[in-house]
């Protein structure tokens, strides 16, 4: 599907590709705010920056296994789309893919995923509760910023790497896990998460000291339940 192929196409109300179609280019189908339903072939390996940017009416994407390649802002404000299901040949969720989903409820990470962009998930205020897949090793800036229903995270084991910013605003967060391999967890990754109260990390209270240094990330009353006993804030 070539570049701008049918942006602002606003009757376009579903569609269905075939089998030959291994690529679907930038833009091509931004702004058709009629479109419902998409249907993807396992041929395709490539989506476009902003394909789908601005479609309004579309309410659930299963992205097919082969698909490697996410451009940025690729569903970007789909603001009805309640469930998207992820390939395990996607390794990358780049930066505001699913940008302002306010929608989004039901998010199925597979295995395979190593990283998730720069505010890749922000404004996705539908999401109660996020488990990330086991390959993870990096959370980007802002990755699931103003994500304010979001009640819990199950971080794995294997993951490196929470940047700035990652949880900013998540107003209803209460529960996080975080692995004893995390070498950085930035001090602002959970700003503003007023109503964080526990964090279970797996390692032990010297590897948590030595992770957080002089500066702890956690609101005042969060406590750390180590392996070997609570850090209290």
Not at 131 to 146: C, D, E, I, N, V
Request: hydrophobic share 40%; proline share 4%; net charge negative.
């Amino acid at each position: 599907v070539e570049d701008y192929g049918f942006i602002w196409k606003t009757d376009l109300k579903s569609v269905s590709l075939p089998d030959t179609v291994t690529s679907i280019g930038q833009w091509a189908f931004a702004e058709c705010s009629s479109l419902e339903t998409v249907e993807l072939p396992r041929s395709l390996t490539s989506i476009g920056t902003a394909a789908f940017l601005e479609c309004t009416a579309l309410r659930e994407i299963t992205l097919p296994e082969g698909l490697s390649t996410l451009g940025d802002s690729a569903f970007s404000t789909c603001t009805a789309l309640t469930r998207v299901v992820l390939p395990t040949t996607l390794k990358a969720i780049p930066q505001w893919c699913f940008y302002n989903c306010a929608a989004l409820e039901e998010l199925t990470f597979s295995e395979g995923l190593t990283e998730i962009g720069y505010s890749a998930f922000y404004g996705c205020r539908s999401l109660t509760t996020v488990t990330l897949p086991a390959t993870l090793r990096t959370l980007s800036k802002g990755a699931f910023a103003a994500c304010s229903r979001l009640l819990s995270v199950n971080c794995p084991e294997g993951l490196a790497t929470v940047q700035s910013l990652a949880f900013d605003q998540c107003y209803s967060l209460a529960t996080v896990t975080l692995p004893a391999t995390l070498e950085t967890l930035a001090a602002d990754a959970f700003r503003d998460c007023t109503a964080m109260r526990t964090v279970v990390f797996t390692g032990t209270r010297a590897e948590w000291r030595t992770l957080i240094g002089d500066t702890s990330p956690l609101p005042t009353g969060c406590n750390t339940h180590c392996a070997d006993g609570v850090v209290k804030k």
